[in-house]
């Protein structure tokens, strides 16, 4: 019997899926691969099922199937296709931890079953729980499964928490870094390129996240995130733009003593964090300089230019259906930007109008979220160019 954490990663061929499969790189004593899945990029799947020998992979877009099949004929690795079988394979037997790395609502069904079948959730996909948190964590609840943070911030906060979990917050201070657009105004907002807002200013990510950190609404998605990982009430979220991304985010307790978590801006660090809590691995990240960051500033943000921020302040306020109906416009609306279809600033015209006209649902069911997204993408679509 080995010791060895089996690892499932969801979005292996991504920026989160690529450096969880450094970590594992990094310390084959005390990680197996076991899953891997990717949407379209066959190459890389085919490449990583080589090195890492996983016991199955899925490539969801179906049309990639045969390549991939054939492509492995040769190795001990199951192959399998569709969002189905992305749904099944999480709840196979031997896997111990899933790491969602999945991007925009695609998460939510795979993070469900997971769940359902009692793995352990690391978990870097913030939309399933923006889209459904009081779900996935009532499941997790009654399940007893663990959800680890993944994403900076939240795994910020999940560390100045450990040793304290009986301990109330006051509140917590989630750390922006503003983007590339910061301190711009909505006349010069208007005319941002595409390339402009694919260019973070210190993290490297994949393009729906680095266009939400650019449009702030990156932060409004980890506000909810928040609320629900850490079971707080909208009051007590604040954001605080941060431009050089060393604190990773704030946590205050109710006698007012802060705590802070710090660390260069990589990813690693919190995805190996989720992978081996309650311990720590020694690891050969870059260690930060005193020397180089001479100071650490902060601002408030500007959420009247980068309006996605207070939008999803309001989501969250609304509760029920409308996080679900945020994220779904938000997800039609940044694709669109990709697309050149839309401006920068339409992005939260088309979410503000989604939020004014979907019908609100106080208490919904997988159903009703199933059905908020595919009606919130529809108008949302016609309000593409
Ligand atoms: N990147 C980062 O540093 C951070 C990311 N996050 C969050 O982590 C998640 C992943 O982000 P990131 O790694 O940047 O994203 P990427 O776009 O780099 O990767 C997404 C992964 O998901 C796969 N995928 C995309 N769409 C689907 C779909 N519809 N069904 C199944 N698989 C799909 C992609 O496959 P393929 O490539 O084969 O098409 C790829 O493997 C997001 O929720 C993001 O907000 C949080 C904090 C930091
Ligand atoms: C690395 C990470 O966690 C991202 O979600 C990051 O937070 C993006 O940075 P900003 O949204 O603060 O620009
Ligand atoms: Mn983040």
Aim: hydrophobic letters at 45%.
């Amino acid at each position: 019997m080995s010791n060895k954490k089996n690892i499932a990663i969801l979005g292996s061929t991504g920026s989160i899926g690529t450096q969880a499969l450094d970590v594992i790189a990094a310390n084959p004593d005390a990680f197996q691969v076991e899953v891997l899945t990717a949407q379209n990029n066959a190459a890389l799947l085919i490449e990583q099922a080589r090195r890492f020998q996983p016991n199955a992979v899925v490539i969801t877009n179906e049309d990639h199937y045969e390549l991939v099949r054939q492509a492995l004929a040769n190795e001990d690795v199951k192959v399998y296709a569709g969002e189905k079988a992305l749904a099944d394979i999480v709840q196979m037997e031997t896997i111990d931890l899933v790491i969602t790395a999945l991007v925009g609502y695609s998460g939510l069904r795979p993070t469900l079953r997971a769940i359902e079948a009692g793995k352990t959730i690391a978990l870097a996909n913030k939309e399933t729980l923006v889209v459904a948190g009081d779900l996935v964590t009532r499941l997790a609840r009654e399940k007893g499964v663990s959800i680890y943070p993944v994403d900076s911030e939240h795994s910020a906060i999940f560390q100045c928490m450990v040793g304290e979990f009986h301990n109330k917050i006051e509140k917590i201070v989630l750390t922006a870094s503003g983007g590339p657009f910061r301190g711009h105004l909505r006349p010069q907002l208007g005319a941002v390129t595409k390339a402009q807002a694919l260019k973070h200013p210190n993290w490297s990510m994949g393009a729906k996240v680095t266009i939400d950190s650019a449009s702030l609404m990156n932060k409004g998605l980890e506000v909810i995130e928040a609320k629900w990982l850490f079971g707080l009430n909208p009051s007590q979220v604040e954001v605080v733009v941060h431009p050089q991304s060393i604190i990773h985010s704030f946590v205050q307790f109710e006698d007012g003593s802060l705590k802070a978590q710090l660390g260069l801006p990589d990813m690693r660090l919190p995805i190996q964090f989720a992978m081996t809590y309650p311990h720590r691995l020694k690891s050969d990240f870059p260690r930060f300089d005193f020397a180089q960051y001479p100071s650490l500033t902060f601002e408030k943000p500007d959420t009247e230019t980068f309006r996605n921020l207070a939008l999803a302040f309001d989501a969250l306020h609304r509760g029920g259906n409308m996080p679900c109906v945020l994220n779904a416009a938000n997800e039609v609306a940044v694709a669109g930007f990709l697309r050149e279809q839309v401006g920068f600033l339409e992005m939260s015209d088309i979410v503000e109008q989604c939020l004014a006209k979907m019908d609100y649902i106080g208490n919904p069911s997988y159903e009703d979220y199933v059905t908020t997204d595919k009606e919130t993408r529809l108008r949302a679509q016609e309000l593409l160019r």
